[in-house]
Nanobody, 113 residues
Framework: VQLVESGGGLVQAGGSLRLSCAAS????????MGWYRQAPGNQRELVAI???????NYADFVKGRFTISRDNAKNTVYLQMNSLKPEDTAVYYC????????WGQGTQVTVSS
């Protein structure tokens, strides 16, 4: 499975960004896709995940600000990020899992104060 991410960039605090991640290759129906992030000096942490049925799970620090969604026909997952804060600055990684876990290359999100 290959994952191609897009949508990162630089934004001011309070702004919005939308990340996309398209999966290709041997896609299985029971997969879960999601987003993790890693800031310098920190461990990679869960942001949000979604299964093919649309069930979601969010980290507490993004609830009410970020929304994860997916288009199963396109094997694509999205992360709409609103009300961004400087502490959201990190490399955001797309994750795909069925029996195996795959990671995207990461996309930088920088939020200036």
């Amino acid at each position: 499975v290959q994952l191609v991410e897009s949508g990162g960039g630089l934004v001011q605090a309070g702004g919005s960004l939308r990340l996309s991640c398209a999966a290709s290759g041997s896609i299985f129906s029971g997969n879960v896709m999601g987003w993790y992030r890693q800031a310098p000096g920190n461990q990679r942490e869960l942001v949000a995940i979604i299964n093919r049925g649309g069930s979601t799970n969010y980290a507490d620090f993004v609830k009410g600000r970020f929304t994860i969604s997916r288009d199963n026909a396109k094997n694509t997952v999205y992360l709409q990020m609103n009300s961004l804060k400087p502490e959201d600055t990190a490399v955001y990684y797309c994750r795909y899992s069925d029996a195996v876990v795959y990671w995207g290359q990461g996309t930088q999100v920088t939020v200036s104060s």
